[in-house]
């Protein structure tokens, strides 16, 4: 079992910044944060592999977040700039303890483990 905790959001507004952080309890591979608005069903933001050197961006975040992670911390971060209102969501954390260290996933059903998620509004 792997437990992730998130902190870092927040009520920001519109064109500010905030990081996201996910801490893990154990080994992971593939990390990646998704957003669930409300009525929305959740969907990517961005994904990492363990090595770090693969990352994937859903269109609408490009240029304007940045995924991370401190293996050594068993964290992966989310740094949000440009941050509009349409990024209002609930944020989690997303681990997969599976796989190869150069690859990752977008797909909801390819992780087993899930944070409690953190609240990011963005004001017009």
């Known amino acids: 079992q792997v437990q992730l905790v998130e902190s870092g959001g927040g009520l920001v507004q519109a064109g500010g910044s905030l990081r996201l952080s996910c801490a893990a309890s154990g080994r992971t591979y593939s990390m990646g944060w998704f957003r669930q608005a409300p009525g929305k069903e959740r969907d990517v933001v961005a994904a990492?592999?363990?090595?770090?050197?693969?990352?994937y961006y859903t269109d609408s975040v490009k240029g304007r977040f940045t995924i991370s992670r401190d293996n050594a911390k068993n964290t992966v971060y989310l740094q949000m700039t440009s941050l509009k209102p349409e990024d209002t969501a609930a944020y989690y954390c997303?681990?997969?303890?599976?796989?190869?260290?150069?690859?990752?996933?977008?797909?909801?059903?390819?992780?087993?483990?899930w944070g409690q998620g953190t609240q990011v509004t963005v004001s017009s």
């Open positions: 990492i592999s363990w090595s770090g050197t693969k990352t």
């Open positions: 997303a681990a997969r303890t599976y796989g190869v260290p150069w690859s990752l996933s977008s797909s909801s059903h390819e992780y087993e483990y």
